[in-house]
């Protein structure tokens, strides 16, 4: 990612929407993009995700989760994954999130 932005499209850092503060957003892609450490693999951490994608998928947005871990190993595919959710639908954001 290149000045925050990938494939021409910007992102936001640390972004407020409603309640919550998104590790990235992309509002052309109405795109958030979470990073997910320690704290998310436990049952609340789990819980709290749920909740937190069910209200913003709810806003109309797609929500993709990586494990921090993989964003720092792997960080070109990290990229070619949001990349290929740019202007797909939602069954795309499931496959990424679920791979």
């Known amino acids: 990612m290149q000045r925050s932005q990938l494939a021409g499209s910007k992102f936001r850092r640390q972004h407020g929407i409603g309640s919550?503060?998104?590790?990235?957003?992309?509002?052309?892609?109405?795109?958030?993009?979470?990073?997910?450490?320690?704290?998310?693999?436990?049952?609340?951490g789990e819980a709290n995700d749920v909740e937190?994608?069910?209200y913003l998928n709810g806003l109309g947005l797609r929500v993709?989760?990586?494990?921090?871990?993989?964003?720092?190993?792997?960080?070109?595919?990290?990229?070619?994954?949001?990349?290929?959710?740019f202007n797909?639908?939602?069954?795309a954001v499931a496959l990424v999130n679920h791979s």
Request: net charge negative; hydrophobic share 45%.
């Open 20 to 44: 919550y503060i998104v590790d990235f957003y992309c509002p052309a892609e109405r795109l958030v993009v979470e990073l997910d450490g320690a704290g998310h693999f436990s049952v609340s």
């Open 52 to 54: 937190r994608t069910a």
């Open 64 to 85: 993709l989760r990586f494990e921090n871990r993989l964003v720092l190993e792997q960080l070109d595919g990290v990229l070619t994954a949001i990349a290929v959710v």
């Open 88 to 91: 797909s639908g939602p069954d």
